[in-house]
């Protein structure tokens, strides 16, 4: 379970390029939901998620993730509890190391590393079988150099290393938004069947309504660094990107009226 | 035109400067860390060296103190870094300057002569070898040690981490690392091998001076690109037999421009010859990819 409270995060404070990127965010994720996140552009999605895993630290508000309070830690002291996916298909993975190399590297996320050989035979039949159920001939390419895979395939490496060790939470931060249709709608697949199948606790971001909808068990919609809406189960059932971007209208409205009535 | 001596002169500096070339990989190249510290920890490991010896202590603790003095000098240049929010470059530039100072005052005087001293090779010397292969034996056995625990190390745990460091810090930490530690540890690591190097090369030449690490980083760099062009780095043992061989390649290039008379260049010439190898050795595999571009374009 993970419990982000009152989030605030101001960039460039006392600047004329001010930005308060988060107003108060709050979410809580249960164990094994996975909710999608969608929202417009400065929306805050992706401040939360590097919020999230560390990479930026907020100005005020509590990140718990599985009981343990995480808002002060840095990234690699939560990396045993939050896995990741980055959008960019190369950031996820090292080009100068061979396949099994970046699987050995995730294999021990958050734990102590020695001086022991980092590439272990006793690795080798979980590295095969989790490589071959991509379906991509990688199984049979271990020492191959990573930067010899295509973006597709290093995106699914990626999932797969995000998914080797088991984690709170896996972000997923527009993970397929820089790849091609068809690849994308692959990667997407991969997605949801590793999330079900070692029923993962997920948050994925993406810029996709329809995305949003399609997969997942819950959505959120996040404007101005808040959440504006949230939906889950039956609510979220038959819904259509149209009624989605109905239900943005009125909250922005509902928000409008407000603002109207405090002036008032 | 090379006589035997200078030959068997010119490996052996080549294996030292082989240390110094692994040390550059690991800064340069594994950690991406551009580290001008050599420059300092390369006399800093001469000084401490000598002046143990003088002291009458036995020469290997004293070199092995030279490399602690070298790992501490890489530690502080890290730490600058890491820790403060120093340029790399910037940090290592302060490190160096300082380490002049540090230097004449571990030496108390420019420099110290080492002749009559027992050192590292004294013992060696009773083998049945001719007298300037002694220090060519002792260096190779010394360097192929460390290049097999190099090798080891980065193949371990922690050796992938610090590659993944060097090489894509932001997954590296999302994957756990403590990417600063890390860069502490190379850098650390990297100039205890220079300040290794040093010594030996103070016990070799009999002497330490303020001035012997003047261009040291070049040299080593020369070594490893030089290196590189020959054996291309594609594993890790592959670049480490590169930054020897590189080395081995640069000082024997040396001492063939030095010593072929019909050239007319004098030993004041040698930091002229090093940039200008340096420069051909960046340049040359470039020119030579695309002649081979141009050639293959035209037959197709």
């Known amino acids: 379970m993970i419990s982000a409270t009152d989030l605030r995060l101001t960039f460039g404070k006392g600047t004329p390029l001010e930005n308060p990127a988060l107003r108060g965010m709050s979410l809580t994720v249960n164990q094994g939901e996975f909710v999608t996140v969608i929202g417009s552009n400065g929306a805050g999605k992706s401040t939360f998620l590097n919020a999230l895993a560390g990479e930026i630290l907020v100005d005020s508000g509590t990140i718990v993730v599985d009981n343990v309070n995480v808002t002060k830690l840095p990234t690699h002291k939560r990396a045993d509890r939050v896995a990741r996916v980055f959008q960019d298909p190369l950031a996820g993975t090292c080009e100068g190391l061979s396949i099994e190399e970046n699987l050995a590297l995730a294999i021990k996320r958050g734990q102590r590393r020695g001086l022991t050989t980092a590439v272990k035979k006793q690795y080798m ?42 984690s709170a939470i896996l972000l997923l931060d527009e993970h397929t938004a820089a790849l091609d249709p068809k690849t994308a709608a692959f990667v997407l697949d991969l997605t949801t069947k590793i999330i079900n199948e070692q029923k993962l606790t997920a948050l994925m971001v993406t810029h996709s309504m329809k995305q949003a909808l399609e997969v997942g068990t819950r959505t959120v919609m996040l404007h101005q660094g808040q959440v504006v809406f949230d939906i889950a189960g039956k609510d979220r059932e038959g819904l259509e990107v149209k009624d989605l971007l109905e239900l943005f209208e009125k909250q922005r409205g509902l928000s409008v009226d407000d603002d109207s009535l405090l002036l008032g | 035109m090379l006589s035997e001596i200078a030959f068997y002169g010119a490996i052996e500096t080549g294996l030292i400067y082989g240390l110094v070339a692994f040390g550059i990989y690991l800064s340069f190249r594994v950690l991406d860390f551009p580290d001008l510290t050599v420059d300092g920890s390369f006399p ?31 530690a502080v240049t890290a730490i600058l870094n890491v820790k403060l929010n120093i340029l790399n470059l910037l940090a290592s530039i302060l490190t160096m300057i300082a380490l002049y100072s540090v230097n004449l005052r571990v030496m108390g005087r420019p420099n110290i002569a080492l002749l009559g001293e027992d050192t590292v090779l004294t013992p060696w010397y009773s083998l049945d070898l001719a007298y300037h292969q002694v220090p060519v034996l002792l260096f190779a056995i010394v360097i192929v040690i460390a290049l097999i625990l190099l090798w080891r190390f980065m193949k371990s745990e922690t050796g992938l981490a610090m590659r993944a460091t060097g090489a894509n810090p932001r997954m590296a930490r999302a994957q756990g690392i403590a990417t600063g530690s890390m860069i502490i540890l190379g850098v650390a690591l990297s100039n205890g091998l220079v300040g290794l190097a040093g010594a030996l090369f103070a016990q070799s030449q009999g002497a330490a001076d303020v001035t012997m690490g003047v261009g040291v980083i070049v040299i080593g760099l020369a070594s490893l690109i030089g290196g590189e062009a020959v054996i291309s780095p594609t594993t890790v043992i592959r670049a480490l037999i590169a930054c020897v061989v590189g080395a081995i390649i640069y000082r024997l290039a040396i001492a063939f421009a030095l010593n072929a008379d019909f050239i007319g260049l004098k030993a004041q010439d040698l930091n002229l010859i090093t940039a200008v190898l340096v420069t051909l050795a960046i340049v040359l595999p470039g020119i030579r990819s695309s002649v081979v571009n141009k050639l293959t374009r035209n037959k197709a």
């Open chain 1, 125 to 166: 039949g979980q590295f095969r079988e989790s490589l071959s159920s991509l379906k991509l001939g990688l199984e049979n390419r271990l020492g191959d150099k990573m930067g010899l895979l295509s973006g597709g395939q290093r995106q699914a490496v990626s999932l797969l290393m995000a998914s080797l060790t088991p």
């Open chain 2, 44 to 74: 800093l490991g001469a000084a401490v060296a000598a002046v143990l010896i003088m002291a009458g202590w036995n020469p290997w603790l004293a070199t092995g103190c030279a490399v602690l003095a070298g790992m501490a000098a890489g």
